[in-house]
């Protein structure tokens, strides 16, 4: 460890059984309220914590939960505000892919009970953005199931961007790997940000998948920069790896300048051949969500962190703690798993204090008006407030805009 405000960590480290001490430090007591300050005061000036500090926060029992969700609370605040960021799954084809993504159900070594559909026609893409944009959505994202879009999915997702783009929707697509040429064709038809996630670290790689590499991966992302398209590109925790290779993945994003970063907690669906979520050699427990999701806010001050798979599932009764480190959520499900609904979401966003980006809080579903009309003054001391993140390396502050984000993963 590189600080000597982490010479005072306590206890055995959090999978000690596992995994030895990469900081070379005497963990035997807490750290001191001085470390935590300067995690967030890191943050906050948009300086990542360095990579020694990161394992020590997944590493160490003298991790003190409430200073360090308030450390990266601290640094959310400074970027997004109280402001959350709401986004929905959408599916354009599922299911029927050759690769062997070990934690999807759509792959083709997978058991999982997954109902495959070819691709979606323009039509019907095309109504579902509008359906979406009447519901208040801003950004509609369509994920495609497969190793990676052919010219004609190319062609076809195209002519589905430049109608959805026509009627003032911004777009997102999740397609799998992608060359220069598909993204710049992409581009050039008016997406506005790609959805691949490297899910793991390099090393880690191949224990998830043996289809494709890491550099593919990497290769898609840099493609999808090269052409000018946002990146969104997370992780997938829970999948075997070491407290290490989520440190590294975390780094790598940032070096990426990931925009958006949704973090995954894997779900124990039957039929994945990775289905038994553990990290560092235990299983994975709230507490152990938040020191990740605090950990990825410190390494990335700048990024939309996104609570995405998994957050009903693994945080459990502690959801709302985790809207301090992250300030987007999926809500309504993911792409093969039910998820809580949007009442109960938006519920859970304002109790913390909290306040969901709404496009149009005259849209929400005439169920869930009441709740927003009475809480958001609360929560706000006025509207609900329409925020969009800061741009990595922008100025501090936000940039008001009407949004209410639907996207997909791959
Ligand atoms: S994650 Fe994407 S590429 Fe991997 S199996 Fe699933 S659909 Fe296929």
């Known amino acids: 460890m590189s600080s000597a405000a982490l010479s005072a960590v306590a206890g055995p480290p959090r999978g000690a059984s596992d995994e030895s001490d990469p900081t070379g430090i005497d963990m035997t007591q807490h750290l001191t309220a001085d470390c935590y300050e300067r995690w967030s005061a890191l943050g906050r000036d948009n300086q990542p914590i360095d990579p020694a500090d990161a394992a020590a926060i997944l590493h160490g029992d003298g991790i003190d939960l409430l200073p360090l969700v308030h450390a990266a609370g601290q640094v959310r605040r400074v970027f997004f505000g109280q402001s959350v960021t709401i986004h929905v799954l959408d599916n354009v084809r599922n299911g029927a892919c050759p690769e062997d993504c070990g934690y999807c159900g759509q792959s083709k070594d997978s058991d999982a009970a997954v109902r495959p559909y070819k691709i979606k ?158 990290s560092g050699g235990r299983a994975l427990d709230p507490a152990f969500v938040l020191r990740v999701l605090c950990m990825v806010r410190l390494v990335n001050p700048t990024a939309e962190v996104r609570i995405a798979a998994g957050r009903e599932h693994h945080l459990r009764s502690l959801q709302s703690l985790a809207l301090w480190p992250a300030n987007s959520l999926f809500m309504e499900g993911y792409l093969l798993s039910e998820g809580q609904s949007a009442g109960e979401t938006l519920k859970m966003i304002f109790d913390a204090g909290f306040e969901p980006v709404l496009d149009n809080p005259s849209a929400v579903p005439p169920e869930l008006r009441e709740l927003v009309e009475n809480q958001a003054p609360r929560a706000s001391g006025g509207a609900v407030t329409e925020l969009k993140p800061a741009v990595r390396g922008a100025a501090k502050g936000f940039v008001p805009v009407k949004a209410l984000t639907v996207r997909g993963s791959d």
């Not at 390099?202 to 224990?207: I, M, P, V």
């Not at 992302?221 to 090269?226: D, H, S, V």
């Not at 975390?250 to 070096?255: D, F, K």
């Open 121 to 278: 026609s323009v039509e019907e893409i095309v109504g579902q953005a509008l359906d979406a944009q009447r519901s208040g959505a801003y950004r509609f994202c369509m994920a495609l199931s497969g190793r990676g879009p052919t010219d004609r999915d190319v062609e076809h997702m195209c002519q589905a961007i430049r109608r959805i783009k026509s009627h003032g929707i911004r777009t997102c697509l999740s397609a799998g790997l992608l060359d220069d040429e598909k993204a710049r064709r992409l581009k050039e038809a008016g997406l506005d940000r790609l959805n691949h996630n490297l899910n793991t670290s390099a090393s880690h790689y191949a224990q998830v998948c043996t289809t494709h590499t890491f550099e593919d991966r990497l290769g898609t992302l840099r493609a999808a920069r090269e052409a000018g398209i946002g990146l969104c590109s997370g992780l997938i925790v829970g999948m075997g790896e070491s407290y290490d290779d989520l440190v590294e993945v975390a780094c790598t994003l940032r070096e990426l300048r990931a925009e958006s970063i949704p973090v995954n907690f894997l779900l124990p669906i039957e039929g994945n051949r990775l289905r038994q979520p553990c």
